[in-house]
């Protein structure tokens, strides 16, 4: 089947000649299913795309399964494949054909890892004593799910909760728009969300809801001193906001004051002012 090259890369091979897996080869085949939530929640695995995504992933032991890249995309970035090889890692050549069908982007990098899933139980996160949490509470979109779990992880965030029926962590988009910041906090999936706050509050943390019509305004928070306390912030969906239950379970509901005309932020803008308001209170 497969033998080590002497780059230390995997391929398929006829004698010294070096075969390139296809769309057709199996490890490409199932690879390619992890494309579907259903096969990500069976195997527990997911797919990172591109350079920086792969960086990240083998920065922590046993995360990656195998290393997928065309020849010339393992050549342009040899240390990646060899820090992959040199962990025990499989680094299988692909074709063209192979590497569009792994990724789910216009303009692929040319590299595809496969990797274990990442979450952790809540009590697991917990027991870290994280000063800054960010919750995720039946947010859909995965684009803005990564966007925040990258901004959570800029800020100094210990853990990031999706909580309810809330977007996968691993959709592929979701993956790309954290940026590599899926793995470097914790990720925690909490069916419950009012026991996932329950637990929070439990741990010390103060519960803040973001809403518009909040009756906190976060700069007079800030002013008080009561962002210096570690705190989980609490953020719902663009269309549909906070769960009416988790916003009554907050310690307050607070609004991001509005200075000029416009209506209203986006999550993604509202949830970086909120961290890095509380990062800064707590530094």
């Known amino acids: 089947m497969s033998s080590p090259t002497p780059g230390g ?13 296809t769309p057709r080869t199996p490890r490409v085949v199932a690879a390619r299913r992890l494309h579907r939530r259903r096969d990500r929640d069976t195997t527990g695995r997911f797919l990172a795309e591109g350079p920086q995504a792969v960086r990240e ?18 050549d342009r970035h040899a240390e990646l494949a060899a ?10 050549e692909v074709t063209d054909d192979a590497l569009a069908a792994l990724a789910e982007t216009v303009a692929p990098q040319g590299l595809v ?3 274990r899933h990442l979450d952790v139980p809540l009590a697991q996160a917990l027991a870290g004593a994280p000063r800054l949490v960010a919750v995720l509470a039946e947010i859909r979109d995965p684009g803005n799910a990564g966007t ?8 100094g965030a210990g853990a990031v909760v999706f909580a309810g029926d809330a977007v996968d962590p691993y959709n ?13 906090v914790d990720v925690v999936r909490a069916a419950d969300p009012v026991q996932a706050v329950d637990a929070l509050r439990a741990a010390g943390l103060s519960i ?25 912030w609490l953020f719902g969906s663009e269309a549909h906001g906070l769960p009416p239950a988790l916003t009554e379970a907050a310690d307050a509901r607070v609004r991001v004051p509005l200075h000029g005309r416009a ?21």
Request: charged content about 15%; proline content about 4%; aromatic content about 4%.
């Open 263 to 283: 209506e209203s932020l986006n999550l993604a803008a509202a949830a970086a002012v909120c961290l890095y308001a509380s990062a800064r209170a707590q530094r």
């Open 172 to 184: 592929g988009k979701c993956v790309r728009a954290s940026a590599g910041s899926l793995f470097h």
């Open 57 to 74: 992933a083998l920065t922590r032991p046993g995360v990656v399964t195998e290393l997928f890249g065309t020849p010339t995309a393992l």
């Open 9 to 21: 890369r995997l391929a398929g091979a006829r004698g010294n000649a070096t075969v390139l897996f």
């Open 208 to 232: 803040l809801a973001t809403t518009g019509y909040g009756e906190a305004d976060l700069d007079d928070l800030t002013d008080a001193g009561r962002l210096a306390a570690p705190t989980a």
């Open 83 to 92: 820090l992959a090889a040199g962990g025990g890692v499989p680094v299988s």
């Open 148 to 155: 925040v779990l990258r901004t959570a992880d800029a800020a």
């Open 113 to 115: 890892a496969v990797c």
